[in-house]
């Protein structure tokens, strides 16, 4: 199963703030991502942080890095219709050589009108 | 700049049946994922190459998954035989070379078995 958690489920009413929370395990992870996933699509980058950054902002989306309890949340402002989707956490294993990506099981994102 | 091409899109096969499945990396990625998603589940890596060269294949059911990239281009991942359980989206992605993994990822082949 994944080491990294999310919830399962957040539904958000639209032009409202979304957070999605993460908690990832190797503290030496050097790179964090967040990837979207609309219906019977693949996974779509959405942004990513470096290890040595508490925070990144990208138009919409901010990312805050708390590497003290490994937490990660991806914040989306004014909330739109086309942001409802499965949004996942990964984290990028120092363990493997080749930096394997884990993944957790997904964050499904609803936006209610 | 076209992305990661997989095909086909839907399958559906009864159980023992092979199948297989292909992928067209971003053109000057050197490095390939295949991987798998189980429904409400985050991809799990199946195998990973590194040009022609699988690097990571350790998650591959070796008795009934096989995988190729004879050219270190495009990429075939195949199921024989096919079980009920085997019923998942594989995903392939590609990535620019070893060290960044930002990787980028194709719709999917949704697979069905009967």
């Known amino acids: 199963g994944e080491d990294v958690e999310q919830s399962l489920f957040l539904s958000v009413r639209e032009g409202d703030s979304s957070v999605i929370n993460c908690t990832y395990t190797d503290s030496s992870s050097t790179y964090l991502y967040w990837y979207k996933q609309e219906p019977g699509a693949g996974l779509q980058l959405l942004t990513y942080?470096?290890?040595?950054?508490d925070m990144k902002q990208d138009q919409r989306l901010t990312v805050l890095l708390n590497k003290k309890d490994k937490h990660l949340s991806l914040r989306i402002a004014d909330t739109q219709t086309g942001d409802s989707a499965i949004y996942f956490c990964a984290e990028r294993m120092t363990t493997d050589s080749w930096g394997k990506l884990q993944f957790g099981a997904g964050t499904q994102v609803v936006v209610t009108p | 700049e076209a992305g990661v091409v997989q095909s086909p899109r839907y399958k559906i096969i009864e159980k023992k049946q092979p199948v297989a499945f292909w992928c067209n990396p971003i053109s000057g990625h050197n490095t390939l994922y295949w991987y798998l998603q189980n429904l409400g589940q985050g991809p799990e890596l199946l195998i990973r190459?590194?040009?022609?060269?699988?690097?990571?294949d350790s998650q591959l059911p070796k008795d009934r998954f096989s995988a190729e990239r004879l050219k270190g281009v495009d990429s075939t991942l195949k199921i024989q035989p096919a079980e009920l359980g085997d019923s998942a989206v594989y995903l392939c992605a590609s990535s620019p070379e070893r060290g960044t993994d930002t990787q980028y990822f194709g719709p999917g082949t949704r697979l069905t078995v009967l």
């Open positions: 190459y590194e040009n022609e060269e699988a690097v990571d």
């Open positions: 942080i470096f290890s040595n950054m």
